[in-house]
């Protein structure tokens, strides 16, 4: 085999390179290897012998320690089926790229170079073909696993996520995870999760987690909801996921000031239910991106199993969401983006006594915060129903309790049927003193916000009158801010307008400081 026909690729796990610029370091390596010859004169012998029948005729694996054998050898299957030096190549690009993901590995390197030993023995009975030899290294990941952080939940409270696990303790890409969530309110969630990837050698990646999990809702409606279950997760190569859950459910009504909207949600149900998630995400970056766009549909049908169980919910539910930027101004760090949001919850099943079928409050849309609906606090818009006071539950008041009025007034009470959408343009802090600032992603930004929620019975009747329901209901407000990007989200400092509202929303015009996602989907 001629020398020319040697080759390397290798990556950290600190960064990834495209194929071009893997290609470039496998000639350089093989140049620099290659008694001194120039990197044109490799590149062009190389191209001279690239389609030159060639085959795998043996792979060495080095620094193998808890991985099975049979894991790396079915990812280089492909090398093995190649025919020539160029397919040998692509092949082991490939099975590069896909032993990282298994994220088992902290580097990975593959080296093809001639076999000078041996031949592979051409069975059709012409010319044998030139023997190559791949030796594929790895350095393992620590079988502990560990991670702890923060993150802005969709209640729209700062919750601390800590977990502890076991990586590849199997051999097979698997892992272990005993998983634990706190809210800075009374929110608490545990979970104990398996997962593994590539299910006997197939594309598809396995997920499972025992769970409970406490959601306080209390600083936006005058309940909370437990949950124990079984949440079973596939996906593929593709952009899309398909998740199983059952569980038990509990609403609960922990201030026993509930409204009547949320006392008859209160008691115990079962949800078994099929999710199918989908996603396309072009966006240059998440934190303060640029150009680009992404866009999610998640598809649930609840009720699976249990269409005879009384307490099963059931419904189907579909929610459609989307984030596109495009650069204005580059030189002045411009950006224009749109935020949009339609969902809609339709339940079935047996009708309640009063013949109407009432959806499930933990499964219902919600709609105002900084992330979604400016200018409203989150949950802040829509449908709600006035919480019951001190004097009116019986409880001994006297002057001071009599005048004392609960935090919260009125629960939302959520609904079946949303729209939102936000235009906003970002820009840069000018100026060379806040280089700084501009360097910890802080800019301006200018927007508009309005969107509506309904429950179902609202837009009963022809689609003329649900178009009026709808534009009658429609909440907006304007304004202009400061951003501050950070890992958990983006903290807004806003000072703002509500152009449209009704007097049960908690909106109002002035300041405004909130924390959301980097991108709200």
Same mark, same amino acid.
């Given at each position: ?118 031949v592979f023995k051409n069975i059709t009975g012409a010319d044998d ?32 996520? $800590?977990? %502890? /696990? =076991? ?11 005993? #998983? +634990? !969530?706190?809210? &800075? ?116 049908? $609840?009720? %699976? /199993? =249990?269409?005879?169980n009384p307490m099963a919910t059931k419904f189907a539910k579909s #929610? +459609? !969401?989307?984030? &596109? ?197």
């Open positions: 085999m001629d020398p020319a026909s040697s080759a390397s690729s290798s990556s950290s796990d600190a960064s990834s390179t495209s194929e071009a610029e893997t290609t470039r370091g496998v000639v350089k390596a093989a140049s620099d290897a290659d008694a001194g010859d120039g990197r044109d004169d490799f590149r062009a012998r190389y191209d001279a012998v690239s389609d030159v029948p060639c085959r795998v005729t043996s792979i060495e694996l080095r620094g193998v320690e808890r991985t099975r054998v049979e894991l790396i050898e079915r990812e280089m299957e492909r090398a093995r089926r190649a025919k020539t030096l160029d397919e040998i190549k692509d092949a082991l690009f490939a099975a590069d790229a896909r032993l990282r993901e298994y994220d088992i590995f902290k580097d990975v390197a593959m080296v093809i170079d001639a076999d000078n030993a041996s073909v030139p023997g190559a030899k791949v030796v594929v290294s790895v350095e393992e990941r620590d079988l502990l696993h560990a991670r702890a952080g923060t993150f802005m939940s969709k209640r729209g409270e700062g919750e601390l996520e $800590a977990a %502890i /696990g =076991l990586r590849n303790a199997m051999g097979l890409g698997d892992k272990f995870t005993l #998983e +634990f !969530t706190r809210g &800075a309110s009374s929110s608490s969630a545990y979970s104990a999760g398996y997962e593994q990837p590539r299910v006997l050698g197939s594309d598809v990646n396995l997920t499972t987690s025992l769970y409970q999990s406490l959601e306080c809702f209390k600083k936006l409606s005058s309940f909370d909801v437990t949950s124990r279950g079984l949440t079973v997760g596939l996906t593929g190569d593709g952009p899309g996921t398909i998740d199983y859950t059952i569980e038990h459910r509990d609403v609960r009504d922990p201030t026993r000031l509930a409204s009547r909207g949320v006392r008859k949600q209160l008691g115990e149900s079962l949800k078994s239910a099929v999710t199918h998630t989908y996603v396309d995400d072009r966006l240059d970056r998440h934190v303060r991106p640029t150009t680009g766009y992404l866009w999610k549909v998640r598809s649930e049908l $609840a009720g %699976i /199993g =249990l269409l005879s #929610e +459609f !969401t989307t984030h &596109a930027v495009r650069t204005l101004n580059a030189k002045r760090g411009i950006t224009a983006s749109l935020t949009g949001r339609l969902g809609v919850l339709l339940p079935f099943g047996k009708p309640g006594e009063d013949g109407a079928i009432e959806t499930c409050i933990a499964d219902r849309f919600f709609l105002g915060g900084v992330g979604c609906l400016r200018q409203f606090e989150t949950s802040g818009a829509g449908p709600s129903d006035e919480r019951r006071g001190e004097s009116r539950m019986g409880r001994p008041s006297d002057d001071d309790n009599a005048s004392k009025e609960p935090a919260l007034k009125r629960d939302a009470l959520g609904g079946d049927f949303v729209w939102s959408v936000t235009g906003a343009v970002q820009m840069d802090v000018p100026g060379e003193k806040f280089e700084a600032m501009r360097d910890a992603g802080i800019h301006f930004h200018a927007f508009a916000s309005a969107g509506t929620l309904l429950p179902l019975s609202a837009l009963a009747g022809g689609a003329k009158d649900a178009t009026k329901k709808i534009r009658d209901a429609t909440r907006a407000s304007v304004g202009i801010g400061i951003v501050w990007p950070l890992p958990i989200g983006q903290i807004e400092i806003n000072y703002g307008k509500v152009l449209r509202a009704t007097s049960i929303d908690r909106a109002k015009d002035g300041f405004h400081v909130g924390l959301a996602a980097h991108v709200n989907l």
